[in-house]
């Protein structure tokens, strides 16, 4: 089958790979009718490029037609219409039992002290090969894959797979108050549908601060007040002004390890990216390498005692935090991989209307493309080309 692999630093390729089969009982192998590019896969085609090994397969972002079942999968069967959690969990562990799905115990990569296995990332996450191709092998899948419905098109329902839960969590992790306020720093898809998702859920004012012109246009249309940090000298005073000079009650960092603006980390990551595999990896793990422009923004913009809720993914140990400045404001911060199944069943109800789209989902893709045109598609998303924010990926296209 044809996928797309890791080939090095901002090289990936489509080629053949062998076609994936059923190799436990509980797996399931899906033909994926669609699948995205996320910001979690720019990590991996750039920063993270050190944990990858050539020929990898991306992608954790899938949905599909179940063809094959192993003989403990009894929830779904061949034909069925599915969106596959990007973390893999087995639904009865201790940690699943809880809901935290993100850190199932039976998945989980004791050898690199790290969670649930995820697919398409990187041998710390189980090495499980990606959805970034035409078939997926489904492990844990009498318990993972979310059965939708038939009928509207692919974008309605893909989102289940990361970014809507994501953000839902975000918004949970956020703890705005009824009628509050919230300020979502980034606006990429994990960006745009926090925003959204605060304001569904009660949320009276949401902000949200990017530069990219056509995020900021985008965020407008859903009735955020954008704030364009790449224009304001003093974003986070704007912000207060508008909000009783305190600042929001909650902020949402959706950008992570890549933001712009923080020279010392883009250094850090750019030497990471000079050196043997080892020697980087051991960087990575022990030394402050994440650029944390927007998070420090983010702490900087939440009022006293208000919660910062970090979506974004970051992968450095010795990160500088301003000790300070988080104590005195008595800030609550929560942060992690998502608990993809926590969420979906609030979500699937909200995508099922074709005659209507609360969360706007239809309103997120900007570009669907052939699966073999996958290296352009990651070239554009990560410059920021040609007005790309969320791409899709289509494997069995003619
Ligand atoms: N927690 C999870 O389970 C989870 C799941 C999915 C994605 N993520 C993470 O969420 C983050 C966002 O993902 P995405 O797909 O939306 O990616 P993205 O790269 O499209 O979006 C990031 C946005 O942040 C903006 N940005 C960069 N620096 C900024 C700064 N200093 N101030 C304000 N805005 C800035 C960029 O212009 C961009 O629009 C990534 O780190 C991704 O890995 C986490
Ligand atoms: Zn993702
Ligand atoms: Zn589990």
Known sequence: MRAVTWQGVEDVQVRDVPDPGIERPTDAVVEVTSTAICGSDLHLYSPLGAFMEQGDVLGHEAMGVVREVGSEVTRISPGDRVVMPFNISCGNCHMCRNDCYAQCETTQVRE???????????????????GQA?????????????????????????????????????????????????AVVGLGPIGQMSARIARHRGASQVFGL??????????????????????????????RDRTEGRGPDSVID?????????????????????LPDGVAQKLME?????????????FDLVRRAGTVSISGVYGGQADPMPMMDLFDKGVQIRMGQAHVRRWTDDILPLLTDADSDPLGVDDLTTHVVPLD??????????????GAIKMVLRPHAA
């Open 254 to 274: 959706a950008v992570g390890m890549e933001a712009h603006g923080a020279p010392l980390g883009k250094a850090a990551q750019a030497m990471a990216q000079l």
């Open 373 to 386: 045109q996958a290296p352009d598609a990651y070239d554009k998303f990560q410059h920021k080309r040609d």
């Open 210 to 239: 990017d530069s990219v012109p056509e995020r900021l246009a985008m965020a407008e249309r859903h009735g955020v007040t954008a704030v364009d940090t790449g224009r304001e000298n003093d974003p986070a005073g704007l912000v």
């Open 134 to 182: 035409e078939y997926l092998r489904v492990p844990q899948a009498h318990f993972g894959p979310i059965r939708v419905p038939e009928g509207p098109p692919d974008e309605r329902f893909l989102f289940l797979s990361d970014v809507l839960p994501t953000a839902w969590q975000a918004v949970d992790f956020a703890d705005i108050p009824p009628g509050g306020s919230v």
């Open 286 to 298: 022990r030394a402050g390498v994440d650029r944390l422009a927007a998070l420090h923004l983010a």
């Open 112 to 130: 690199y002290g790290k969670g649930a296995a995820l697919f398409g990332y990187t041998k710390l996450y189980g090495h499980v090969p990606g």
